[in-house]
């Protein structure tokens, strides 16, 4: 099994540049990176057509330059719009400018988009005959606020385009660290330099960067820089999954209980029950705060249903608080009960409203590394007492404080959950589609976050494995056709079991697991 792919912030980024430029020239580099892309564009980009590059006023554009006149020698149909004055390029875009016109690139110099919006609206050309794609070096890592003036506009008209859009680094106006984006070109697909960007897969850097490849320019690592967040893959927790030795039995697999289900609310706990049954946890007990629990589950009469307070807290690995729960004064004393000084074996999963009644907790449970807290942005913003823009601006930073303040594994849900640890460890999970934007899904994730919980898995891992097969499974069902519109909740439990099943025969299979 391959090794987690690093995710680098900006800063990291620009020291592994910084450690490159002490040992050869930067426009070496950037000669690096425009070649990467030459490569990529000539297998990705359709033929047949001319390739518009589209060059900024930073080394982004270099890099558009460097790659447009590889291709262009290479006999390949290319355009480059310049949307900068050439004599005021950095030295290595200058440079890669300078090249372009010797190699009789055919170029355009248009008007510098300006930084606040003129009068009039900034209009592009008319795009060239026969374009077949668009290359985007408008703007890198180098961006440093959201994108102003004209530059929004060229931003639109570029994305109106009836084209594929390959971006170079990073979709020009992307945030690469927080995935932040007002206005952004909308790619196809997008090679960035170096190594990846936590930006390409949080917030809405999904929708921008289209598929995400990465060259890592054969640039090592320079001593002082490590990665401090890794993309959520297999490799970050398949050692850490449930062995099923054949001498077991069902009290090998944990005891699970999920809380939750005040009156009118009988499903949530359920389909997280359901969920965790199908990640094999042993016995999955569902206590119910609503006066008349269902007497049993039809779809699944394995699963044991009572009143919350039938629950042997005592006997249970694993406590999922919240799905259906409420904030009434049957869900308060299961929070008390998480205060210090009250013994527990059981690790627990918090989520929905066991989250809000935690941000309204005067003094917070006693959480540790092995409980998991899983909020959706606005759960998130209350747990912090701030508010859900200031959440999504920063994501991880988000994720980091929530696990900080509450001692507890967090998993701030969205378009590329972000998963942080207490120790500081942060990872953001690749896998899921905007199918899993609907009710339900939370519960489910709960639950299987607490059937691995209940059988053994530490936090960190349970929760990394949760969010991938949770995201795996929705992808398989939208590539079976269920979705992306009207998949429901439900329906994920099976999915993950199969993708579940797939990664143990792959790790079985895999020598090093
Ligand atoms: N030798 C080199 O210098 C290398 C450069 N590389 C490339 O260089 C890029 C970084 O280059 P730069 O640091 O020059 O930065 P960029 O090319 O990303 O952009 C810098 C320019 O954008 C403008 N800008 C910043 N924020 C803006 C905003 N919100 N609205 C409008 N304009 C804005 C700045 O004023 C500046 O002119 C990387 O992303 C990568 O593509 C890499 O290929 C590695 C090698
Ligand atoms: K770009």
């Given at each position: 099994?391959?090794?987690?792919?690093?995710?680098?912030?900006?800063?990291?980024?620009?020291?592994?540049?910084?450690?490159?430029?002490?040992?050869?020239?930067?426009?070496?580099?950037?000669?690096?990176?425009?070649?990467?892309?030459?490569?990529?564009l000539d297998g990705v980009a359709p033929g047949g057509g001319t390739l518009l590059f589209?060059?900024?006023?930073?080394?982004?554009?270099?890099?558009?330059?460097?790659?447009?006149?590889?291709?262009?020698?290479?006999?390949r149909a290319v355009r480059v719009w310049l949307l900068a004055p050439p004599e005021r390029l950095p030295a290595d875009a200058s440079q890669a400018w300078h090249d372009a016109c010797v190699a009789k690139v055919p170029t355009d110099i248009l008007p510098p988009p300006a930084p606040a919006a003129g009068m009039a609206p900034y209009v592009l050309p008319a795009f060239p005959p026969r374009m077949s794609a668009i290359v985007d070096g408008l703007l890198g890592i180098g961006l440093s606020r959201a994108v102003e003036g004209d530059l929004v506009t060229v931003i639109e008209q570029l994305n109106h385009a009836p084209v594929p859009r390959f971006a170079l680094d990073i979709p020009s106006g992307l945030q690469a660290d927080t995935g932040v984006a007002q206005q952004a070109i909308r790619a196809t697909a997008t090679l960035t330099f170096i190594g990846a960007k936590p930006g390409l897969y949080t917030g809405?850097?999904?929708?921008?960067?289209?598929?995400?490849?990465?060259?890592?320019?054969?640039?090592?690592?320079?001593?002082?820089?490590?990665?401090?967040?890794?993309?959520?893959?297999?490799?970050?927790?398949?050692?850490?999954?449930?062995?099923?030795?054949?001498?077991?039995?069902?009290?090998?697999?944990?005891?699970?209980?999920?809380?939750?289900?005040?009156?009118?609310?009988?499903?949530?706990?359920?389909?997280?029950?359901?969920?965790?049954?199908?990640?094999?946890?042993?016995?999955?007990?569902?206590?119910?705060?609503?006066?008349?629990?269902?007497?049993?589950?039809?779809?699944?009469?394995?699963?044991?249903?009572?009143?919350?307070?039938?629950?042997?807290?005592a006997a249970m690995d694993a406590i999922v608080l919240g799905p259906g729960m409420g904030q009434g004064?049957?869900?308060?004393?299961?929070?008390?009960?998480?205060?210090?000084?009250?013994?527990?074996?059981?690790?627990?999963?918090?989520?929905?409203d066991a989250l809000n009644l935690l941000a309204q907790a005067r003094t917070p449970p006693h959480l540790n590394e092995q409980d998991v807290l899983t909020p959706h942005p606005l759960e998130a913003a209350r747990l912090?007492?701030?508010?859900?823009?200031?959440?999504?601006?920063?994501?991880?930073?988000?994720?980091?404080?929530?696990?900080?303040?509450?001692?507890?594994?967090?998993?701030?849900?969205?378009?590329?959950?972000?998963?942080?640890?207490?120790?500081?460890?942060?990872?953001?999970?690749?896998?899921?589609?905007?199918?899993?934007?609907?009710?339900?899904?939370?519960?489910?994730?709960?639950?299987?976050?607490?059937?691995?919980?209940?059988?053994?898995?530490?936090?960190?891992?349970?929760?990394?494995?949760?969010?991938?097969?949770?995201?795996?499974a929705a992808d398989r069902l939208v590539a079976q056709g269920a979705g992306m519109a009207g998949l429901a909740a439900g329906d994920l439990a099976c999915a993950a079991r199969a993708v579940y099943r797939e990664l143990v025969e792959l790790m079985q299979g895999s020598p090093g697991l």
């Open positions: 099994m391959d090794t987690p792919t690093p995710l680098y912030l900006t800063r990291q980024i620009r020291a592994i540049e910084a450690a490159a430029f002490q040992r050869e020239p930067s426009y070496a580099v950037m000669t690096r990176a425009g070649r990467a892309a030459a490569r990529w589209v060059a900024g006023p930073g080394n982004n554009g270099g890099d558009a330059l460097v790659a447009a006149t590889m291709l262009h020698r290479a006999g809405q850097g999904r929708d921008f960067a289209g598929t995400v490849s990465t060259d890592d320019l054969g640039l090592p690592l320079p001593d002082g820089v490590t990665a401090e967040i890794m993309l959520n893959e297999p490799a970050c927790f398949a050692h850490a999954l449930p062995a099923r030795l054949h001498a077991s039995h069902k009290g090998s697999f944990g005891n699970l209980a999920i809380i939750g289900g005040d009156a009118g609310m009988c499903g949530a706990p359920l389909l997280g029950a359901r969920a965790a049954l199908r990640l094999g946890a042993g016995r999955v007990h569902v206590g119910f705060l609503n006066d008349a629990p269902p007497a049993f589950d039809v779809q699944h009469p394995e699963l044991m249903l009572r009143a919350a307070s039938q629950i042997d807290r004064t049957r869900a308060q004393p299961w929070l008390d009960l998480l205060n210090a000084g009250t013994p527990r074996t059981a690790r627990h999963v918090l989520d929905a912090l007492s701030g508010n859900i823009a200031m959440v999504q601006t920063d994501r991880l930073a988000a994720a980091r404080a929530l696990s900080k303040r509450y001692g507890a594994v967090s998993v701030l849900k969205g378009s590329g959950t972000v998963v942080a640890a207490p120790d500081g460890r942060l990872a953001i999970n690749p896998t899921g589609n905007a199918a899993l934007a609907t009710a339900g899904t939370g519960d489910v994730l709960a639950g299987m976050t607490g059937a691995l919980l209940a059988q053994g898995m530490p936090g960190w891992e349970a929760a990394l494995a949760a969010v991938w097969l949770h995201g795996a």
